[in-house]
């Protein structure tokens, strides 16, 4: 198979018009500013680039207006990037998902007050969709018509249906040794998905090579700026969903950091717009122990992290060179929180854990969350009496695999009453 460049006569830069607050990339570094294209690299200091907003444009989004949007992600557009054009939006009808109380889960690890934010209810049963829904936008803004990713698993599947839905061509670039339920929920689509012989940090390393050569969106790497962007919404929703209040406490899974990141930069948004009130909060990272290069640095007491080699169930946070670990690191110690990591099995008591108490079948990195939660509060790090929202970012349905030992029937038998007693099933 040959991947032949795909050109797009009109793919430029977006001009920013009065209904779009973005109006600029610029160097989280050195500042330096750079027009609404498809870049993600400063070329006077090599730091990441984020999306400028008009302060002026931002402060006309107030509650009543989110209120009045739709039931998804795009309630938030006057906070965002791209998607202002509804014939350019793509959309699956990401985000809105439910913020779920779990006092069961609180009694048991002895907290006041928990919520589960549960974005397995996404329409590709994972947080991704949030950023996909604004890169694949971003991507139709800036004029391409073929879409591509490196991915851990649940990007994949994102990009790939996101791009059937919406026409796009889509080239997927994933680790060969992938969940089968992540292949598979990524190949059904009909996009072009290549199965690279490597980890993560090759599959990443290799998209940059290629978005070199090719003229398409790598949604994570040249336009990741408007991408990562999409991360912001799951700090409003909590927000809003809390009757537009900040929580005290929240606990992040990190890959990238990305999210971790944008959660905060939402919060501090809500804040400075007036939607919230500026409430103190603390932001905690949770990793698994074969893939921890963040928080390690954070045990550490250092500013930069050091690449790791992962080895771990949790795949979908398997990223050893994280793009914005530093940055994670800056937040979580900015608001007073911390970062931890666990163990394989502890991953594996984690998903049973959240299923057993609140009813919601977490993938691995769901695990990682609230297990790190655990390990949080009995470490003294987090305050059992504070309002705590842990985020589960993915759907069990897709990582079977580290629970096909465990998660077994009770019992197998005849179907006959006799047997069903003999098995000691009764009520005594
Ligand atoms: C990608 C991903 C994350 C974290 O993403 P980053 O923004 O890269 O830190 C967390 N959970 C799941 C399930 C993911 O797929
Ligand atoms: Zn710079």
Not at 16 to 26: E, G, H, I
Not at 136 to 154: E, H, K, P, Y
Not at 346 to 371: N, P, Q, S, W
Request: hydrophobic share 40%; proline share 6%.
């Amino acid at each position: 198979m040959t991947l032949a460049p795909e050109r797009s006569a009109q793919s430029g830069p977006i001009t920013s018009d009065d209904t779009n607050p973005a109006v600029a990339l610029s160097c989280r570094h050195c500042g330096a500013t750079y027009p609404l294209a498809p870049t993600h690299v400063c070329v006077e200091c090599f730091a990441p680039l984020e999306i400028a907003y008009d302060e002026d444009r931002l402060r006309r989004v107030t509650r009543e207006s989110i209120e009045a949007g739709p039931l998804n992600l795009w309630r938030y557009v006057g906070l965002l990037p791209a998607g202002h054009d509804p014939a350019r939006r793509v959309s699956l009808g990401a985000g809105f998902t439910p913020l779920r109380p779990a006092p069961r889960l609180a009694a048991e690890l002895g907290m006041r007050k928990l919520w589960v934010k549960d974005d397995s209810a996404n329409p590709t049963h994972s947080f991704k969709d949030r950023v996909v829904s604004v890169a694949l936008s971003a991507a139709r803004d800036l004029g391409f018509t073929t879409v591509a990713c490196a991915s851990t698993g649940n990007l994949a599947h994102s990009v790939a249906a996101h791009a059937a839905h919406a026409g796009l061509r889509s080239i997927v670039l994933v680790p060969h040794d992938l969940e089968a339920g992540k292949t598979v929920s990524t190949a059904v689509y009909g996009g072009t998905l290549v199965a690279i012989q490597g980890n993560y940090d090759d599959v990443n390393r290799l998209c940059s090579e290629l978005a070199g050569e090719y003229e398409w969106a790598f949604v994570n790497v040249n336009v990741r700026p408007f991408y990562a962007e999409g991360s912001k919404t799951l700090g409003y929703e909590v927000a809003e969903q809390l009757g537009w209040r900040l929580p005290a406490q929240v606990v992040i899974p990190i890959a990238s950091g990305s999210l971790l990141t944008k959660v905060d930069k939402a919060f501090r948004e809500l804040g400075r717009l007036g939607l919230v009130e500026e409430t103190p909060y603390r932001v905690f990272g949770a990793q698994a122990a074969g893939c921890n290069p963040v928080a390690a640095a954070f045990a550490r007491g250092v500013d930069t992290v050091a690449p790791v080699r992962p080895s771990t169930i949790a795949k979908s946070l398997s990223i050893g060179n994280p793009a914005d670990g530093p940055y994670a690191l800056d937040v979580v110690r900015r608001t007073g929180g911390s970062i931890t990591d666990v163990t394989d099995d502890e991953i594996v008591d984690g998903m049973k854990l959240l299923a057993r108490t609140e009813g919601v079948f977490a993938e691995t990195a769901g695990g990682v969350t609230v297990a790190c939660l655990r390990r949080l509060l009995r470490e003294g790090l987090l305050d059992p009496a504070e309002e705590t929202v842990v985020y589960n970012t993915g759907d069990g349905l897709k990582t079977l695999d580290p629970l096909v030992e465990t998660a077994v029937p009770t019992a197998t038998i005849k179907a006959s009453l006799s047997a069903f007693e003999a098995a000691g099933l009764g009520d005594d």
